[in-house]
C-alpha cells in the first residue's frame, strides 16, 4: 500500500489476508431521539463500496456478497455504554447472490471490559480511551443454515475507529480508520 494522501480519510480493509484502501466519499449526519446517525459511503478503486452506520456495515457493494438494502435501527454506542447491560436488536436486509430478501439477523450487543484479543496496532489513543463492544449475531447462511458469529468493534469517542464484522461466512473484514 503506498502513501496516503493527507487532508482525506481512509480505511484499511483487511479482507481474507488481502489488504485494501478505502478513500471517504460522503458523510452524512442526521440527528435522531438516541443521537446522531452518521452514514459513511467509503469507496476502493476496484469499484468496491461500503456504506457504514455509526460505524457498522449496512450496505456493501461491489463484492462477492452484496447487502443490497439495510432497515436496521441499532442502539446508539453512547446508550450502551450508559445503560451496562446488553442490548437486543434485529437487523433486516437484503443480499446478492440467490435473490435473498428480508434476512432477519437476530443480535445482541453488549460493551466489554477488555479487548476481545490482540489490541491492533495503530489505534488513536490521544485524547480518547478506547473501549470495546461486541455483536452476537444469529442468522443463516444462504443454504438456510444456521450462522452464528461475534463481531468486535473499538471505539473513541463514541466512533468506531477498528471493527471485525463479516458479511458472510467466507468474507470477514477487519477495518481500520486512518487519517
Keep these: 500500500l503506498g502513501p496516503l494522501v493527507p487532508g482525506h480519510e481512509y480505511l484499511l480493509a483487511e479482507v481474507n489476508g488481502r489488504q485494501v484502501i478505502l478513500a471517504l466519499g460522503q458523510r452524512k449526519t442526521t440527528p435522531s431521539a438516541d443521537g446522531d446517525v452518521v452514514d459513511e459511503y467509503w469507496y476502493s478503486a476496484s469499484r468496491e463500496m461500503i456504506h457504514l452506520r455509526n460505524g457498522r456495515l449496512h450496505v456493501i457493494m461491489g463484492m462477492h456478497t ?3 438494502d439495510n432497515r436496521s435501527t441499532p442502539p446508539a ?3 450502551l455504554q450508559a445503560q451496562g447491560q446488553a442490548a437486543q436488536w434485529q437487523r433486516t436486509r437484503d443480499e446478492m447472490p440467490y435473490y435473498r430478501f428480508d434476512i ?3 443480535i445482541r450487543t453488549q460493551a466489554l471490559a477488555h479487548p ?3 489490541v491492533p496496532e495503530g489505534l488513536p489513543t490521544q485524547g480518547h ?7 452476537h449475531i444469529e442468522t ?3 443454504k438456510g443454515y444456521r450462522w452464528v458469529y461475534t463481531q468486535n468493534f473499538a471505539l473513541a469517542a463514541n466512533q468506531v475507529v477498528y471493527s471485525e464484522q463479516c458479511i458472510s461466512p467466507e468474507l470477514c473484514l477487519r477495518l481500520q480508520r486512518k487519517y
Excluded: F, L, M, V
Design 116 to 118: 476481545p484479543g490482540a
Design 104 to 106: 432477519q439477523d437476530r
Design 129 to 135: 480511551a478506547i473501549r470495546w463492544a461486541q455483536d
Design 77 to 79: 454506542w453512547s446508550a
Design 66 to 68: 452484496e447487502w443490497r
Design 140 to 142: 443463516t447462511t444462504p
